[in-house]
């Protein structure tokens, strides 16, 4: 956009193009993003001084996590009590959480400023999960707020055989997102399995049915007590 047409004063031309040359270089910025696996993520702590920030949930993080690591969730166990939340938590609970052991959990809204809280913009900081995938959301969210070194690793600690990083909890880095029947060997697994995956994609295919069948569970429990 140029001053064409506008009747402005030498210093107030001189003003607008400071401004835009400053958004400019404003827009020029980007975050120096590191994909990596991990051995280079360990020379990353090791060589080039990063810092690890493991963004997992609290019952992962839990069960294991890198020795002298921070933890600022990206996603944080969902307590809400309204309705919706309850029947989808319900449904959470009897599915992925007695299949997987994994929580009910909504975003965190408070992940970047606890970062912020810890680390100035310039850190260099390594992100853990589980998988991958929410190191990538959570590299954009700090991105967005101004961090320019940062790396994850892109397969996750699920990736990550023992020994690499020393480590504090009681299962191994690359197991702490098992839990739940998958855990139990056997044809009792793969049955119950089975039945939990027909009572998912009913809940999908028929909320509103399921939404009944579990306020008239929730109605006949006072009676049978």
Do not use: W
Request: proline share 4%.
């Amino acid at each position: 956009m140029g001053f064409s047409g506008r009747n402005l004063t030498k210093k107030q031309k001189l003003s607008e193009a400071s401004r835009f040359s400053h958004l400019n270089r404003t827009l020029d910025i980007r975050a120096e993003v590191k994909f990596v696996n991990p051995d280079e993520a360990k020379k990353l702590v090791t060589e080039e001084g990063y810092t690890i920030l493991d963004i997992r949930d609290k019952t992962q993080y839990d069960r294991a996590h890198i020795k002298s690591c921070y933890h600022a969730p990206l996603f944080i166990e969902n307590n809400d009590s309204d309705l919706g939340t309850i029947f989808k938590r319900t449904m959470h609970n009897n599915f992925a959480g007695l299949l997987y052991g994994l929580s009910f959990t909504k975003l965190n809204s408070d992940f970047v400023p606890e970062v912020q809280q810890q680390f100035p913009p310039d850190s260099k900081l390594l992100l853990v999960c589980q998988e991958g995938l929410r190191s990538g959301v959570a590299t954009k969210e700090l991105e967005a707020a101004g961090y320019q070194n940062l790396a994850y690793i892109t397969s996750g600690l699920q990736s990550v055989k023992p020994g690499t990083f020393e480590k504090e909890g009681l299962k191994e880095l690359q197991d702490a997102g098992k839990a739940g029947l998958v855990t139990i060997q056997g044809k009792v697994s793969a049955i119950l399995g089975t039945v939990l995956v027909i009572v998912l994609f009913f809940t999908i295919i028929f909320p509103d049915q399921a939404e009944k069948l579990l306020q008239m569970s929730h109605l006949v429990e006072p009676n049978s007590q």
